[in-house]
């Protein structure tokens, strides 16, 4: 048994229609099409592999414990890019989405799932990995459009890798951070 997961924010449907507007018309005009293997997703975490049913059992019980968060609002404001590789819409970063990542990698870290976690950078991707022949004209063709939408995050999901597709797996609503059990100290 090996499944591959990845941990991410998934904005509304009326949004990820929007963003799948933008997408499919890359996709048509530029002749890329790898990114619409994959939901409209901000990822939190990047996908690890598991192999085991404890491994995950772990891995869940993880995020369940950094599931404790006060809801907020995210903004997705115009487009950026990573040069050559990756065009995105990008995540406006606020403490909150930054505070959420860092409470997962927090969680997960002791469990050892990736050798050396990459600083986050907030992003939507719309275009990767088959972009380098046409990066440059994408990014003029966006260069002055703009694009904003808010939507408020009350969550996040894992997705899990199947039939060569992201299929939403588990979705865990944040859970007041106040009712959080806390550690016992001898010497509190």
């Not at 049913?53 to 995210?74: G, Y």
Request: proline letters at 7%.
């Amino acid at each position: 048994m090996e499944n591959l997961f990845l941990v991410c924010l998934v904005p509304p449907v009326s949004i990820a229609e929007d963003i799948d507007e933008i997408r499919n018309y890359i996709s048509e005009q530029f002749n890329v099409h790898e990114s619409l293997k994959r939901p409209a997703h901000i990822t939190l975490y990047p996908p690890v592999k598991l192999s085991s049913l404890a491994a995950e059992n772990r891995f869940f019980n993880a995020l369940e414990e950094a599931s404790f968060n006060t809801p907020f609002t995210q903004i997705l404001k115009n487009f950026g890019s990573f040069p050559e590789h990756t065009f995105f819409i990008d995540v406006e970063r606020n403490e909150d989405i930054m505070n959420l990542e860092k409470q997962l990698s927090k969680a997960l870290q002791p469990l050892k799932l990736i050798d050396k976690k990459e600083k986050f950078n907030p992003h939507l991707t719309l275009a990767f990995r088959d972009i380098k022949p046409v990066f440059k004209q994408i990014t003029a063709a966006f260069k002055d459009r703009k694009f904003k939408r808010e939507f408020p995050v009350s969550s996040f999901s894992v997705y899990k890798h199947q039939n060569k597709r992201w299929q939403p797996f588990k979705e865990f609503t944040f859970k007041n951070p106040g009712t959080k059990a806390k550690a016992l100290n001898l010497f509190g």
